[in-house]
């Protein structure tokens, strides 16, 4: 068996298009290793290969997936870690997003998320991210449990991760599952404050989901009312991004009076600034 350190070597040699070294497949082979730091070692040099693009196709070929998700569930924290690192480099390529999410991914995920060290969160929310813009894993990732961990990370602002919380609910709520499950935490709240008080990108993010929530839904349009999402949300049309502005504007119906607003809902329609009607969708803005 090679020696750790000319694993590791190897994976920069071969990250650096070097021809003298392991091929994915035998990397792969030590994932199986009943010897922790071997199973370690053996992950990090995916992870290195993985970064080169012309690597990604040779590591999926050799059938790692199975087996990263593997040590994602069962390997040592520092493992765990590079393996959803390399999840996520993996699943830059549009099939490999399915392929990850089918092999069981998620789930394992979600747990590095509530229990890693401030990296191996980083690392997880970023696969989840990746592998959420699949529109299967999507209800993969709501019905594994994720919205729960992201309204608690969204919660805490001392937690890090409050970017990361809102990026993959955004992302979530454009699924009629995610937009339940995300309405069932009483996201209402949290979401009118960030965008009051949040940085600009939390705040474009942040609006998104409150429109998701919003779209044919009297109660949760009522709630954001009553909260002050009106004066929010004209700040932020004045001076959020441009991205901001227009997720502020698609909510103009709570700026509507109260008949006028009741019959929107009704007919499941916003009012535009021009007073036209048109019909809403997230897909037809999914910038």
């Given at each position: 068996m090679p020696s750790h350190s000319l694993i590791v070597a190897c994976s920069y040699r071969k990250l650096n298009n070097k021809s003298d070294c392991?091929?994915?497949?035998?990397?792969?082979?030590?994932?199986?290793?009943?010897?922790?730091?071997?199973?370690?070692?053996?992950?990090?040099?995916?992870?290195?290969?993985?970064?080169?693009?012309?690597?990604?196709?040779?590591?999926?070929?050799?059938?790692a997936i199975h087996?990263?998700?593997?040590?994602?569930?069962?390997?040592?924290m520092e493992a765990r870690e590079n393996a959803a690192a390399t999840l996520f480099s993996l699943s830059v390529v549009d099939e490999n997003k399915v392929q990850i999410g089918a092999a069981g991914a998620i789930p394992a995920l979600i747990k590095l998320l509530c229990e890693g060290t401030p990296r191996g969160k980083k690392d997880a929310a970023t696969a989840i991210f990746n592998l959420s813009i699949y529109?299967?894993?999507?209800?993969?990732?709501?019905?594994?449990?994720?919205v729960t961990p992201l309204m608690s990370l969204l919660k805490d602002a001392g937690s890090g991760m409050v970017d990361e919380?809102?990026?993959?609910l955004a992302i979530l709520a454009s699924h009629q599952e995610g937009k339940v499950a995300i309405a069932q935490t009483d996201a209402i709240p949290i979401l009118v404050e960030v965008i009051r008080t949040g940085f600009p990108r939390n705040r474009e993010n942040a609006a998104a989901v409150l429109w998701?929530?919003?779209?044919?839904?009297l109660q949760q349009l009522k709630l954001a009312r009553e909260l002050?999402?009106?004066?929010?949300?004209?700040?932020?049309?004045?001076?959020?991004?441009?991205?901001?502005?227009?997720?502020?504007?698609?909510?103009?119906?709570?700026?509507?009076?109260?008949?006028?607003?009741?019959?929107?809902?009704?007919?499941?329609?916003?009012?535009?600034p021009n007073y036209q009607i048109i019909r809403h969708s997230f897909l037809q803005d999914p910038n």
């Amino acid at each position: 068996m090679p020696s750790h350190s000319l694993i590791v070597a190897c994976s920069y040699r071969k990250l650096n298009n070097k021809s003298d070294c392991y091929p994915p497949q035998i990397l792969v082979e030590l994932l199986s290793s009943p010897d922790p730091r071997t199973q370690e070692h053996a992950v990090t040099a995916l992870l290195n290969l993985s970064i080169n693009e012309s690597n990604k196709g040779a590591i999926v070929i050799a059938g790692a997936i199975h087996d990263i998700v593997e040590v994602l569930k069962h390997g040592s924290m520092e493992a765990r870690e590079n393996a959803a690192a390399t999840l996520f480099s993996l699943s830059v390529v549009d099939e490999n997003k399915v392929q990850i999410g089918a092999a069981g991914a998620i789930p394992a995920l979600i747990k590095l998320l509530c229990e890693g060290t401030p990296r191996g969160k980083k690392d997880a929310a970023t696969a989840i991210f990746n592998l959420s813009i699949y529109q299967g894993n999507k209800a993969r990732a709501v019905r594994a449990g994720i919205v729960t961990p992201l309204m608690s990370l969204l919660k805490d602002a001392g937690s890090g991760m409050v970017d990361e919380a809102l990026a993959i609910l955004a992302i979530l709520a454009s699924h009629q599952e995610g937009k339940v499950a995300i309405a069932q935490t009483d996201a209402i709240p949290i979401l009118v404050e960030v965008i009051r008080t949040g940085f600009p990108r939390n705040r474009e993010n942040a609006a998104a989901v409150l429109w998701s929530l919003c779209t044919g839904d009297l109660q949760q349009l009522k709630l954001a009312r009553e909260l002050g999402a009106k004066e929010a949300l004209q700040e932020l049309t004045e001076n959020g991004t441009d991205r901001a502005k227009r997720k502020a504007g698609n909510l103009r119906v709570i700026h509507l009076p109260h008949k006028s607003f009741g019959q929107a809902m009704a007919t499941d329609y916003f009012c535009c600034p021009n007073y036209q009607i048109i019909r809403h969708s997230f897909l037809q803005d999914p910038n």
